[in-house]
């Protein structure tokens, strides 16, 4: 186990849905984040929380709106969502935001599909 | 604009034998580089991190190496084995107040029978 983990893995949902994706890290990290990964291109930064702070969004569409209620857990609520949003949304910990040699801790993502 | 490139995009070759990935970068003021493994269906992993002090670094049959001048990373794996098939993906982290990462997009490699 990664110590980072996604539910559901795998989500299909219709454009007109509301879902919500959920992440949880169980490594006393202060920073969170959330990555779309989409075919053949690379991953891209969607929101960072650092000590439950939003620092990050990196103009994102309002569809997806992140929520961090503390440290630990993470959510990524969506609504209205369009078919080029298919992809595997990664949710990612550190140990506080930008510290330089710390790795990211990654969950093993949902896999989203928007029919 | 910071910039990572890797190459190649995929990779096929045989169980046992050696193979280099390629990763070249704009990314300015340098921090550091590292290398993660993507397993299919899994999140990527952290193998390796290279500093701008240091050449080479190994993690078990994995090879890092950088050339700061030249900017310029390889992962050499050696004796491959079948659970080496995965994505390998370069991130580059820049040294300011950001701190930000520059991703790229990966080397498919997979290691066949």
């Known amino acids: 186990e990664t110590g980072v983990t996604q539910t559901p893995r795998h989500l299909v949902m219709g454009m007109t849905n509301k879902k919500s994706l959920k992440c949880e890290q169980h490594l006393g990290h202060n920073a969170m984040y959330w990555y779309k990964q989409s075919a053949k291109k690379p991953l891209e930064l969607m929101f960072v929380y650092n000590f439950k702070e939003q620092t990050e969004n990196n103009s994102v569409p309002s569809r997806f709106s992140p929520e961090c209620p503390n440290s630990s857990h993470l959510f990524l609520h969506l609504h209205t969502l369009q078919p080029e949003d298919s992809a595997l949304y990664l949710c990612a910990s550190s140990q506080r935001q930008g510290q330089e040699n710390s790795p990211l801790h990654f969950g093993n993502g949902t896999r989203l599909t928007v029919t | ?113």
């Not at chain 2, 491959?80 to 370069?90: E, H, K």
């Open chain 2, 1 to 113: 604009k910071n910039q990572v490139e890797q190459s190649p995009q995929s990779l096929i070759i045989l169980e046992g034998k050696n193979c280099t990935l390629q990763c070249n970068y704009t990314v300015s003021p340098f921090s550091n580089l590292r290398w993660y493994k993507q397993d299919t269906g899994r999140g990527p992993v952290s193998l390796t991190i290279m500093t701008f002090s240091e050449n080479t670094k190994s993690n078990g049959r994995y090879t890092a190496t950088l050339d700061a001048d030249t900017k310029q990373s390889s992962l050499h794996i050696t004796a491959s084995q079948l659970s080496d098939s995965a994505s390998y993906i370069c991130v580059v982290r820049e040294n300011n107040a950001g701190n930000m990462l520059t991703f790229g997009g990966g080397t498919r490699l997979m290691v066949k029978p």
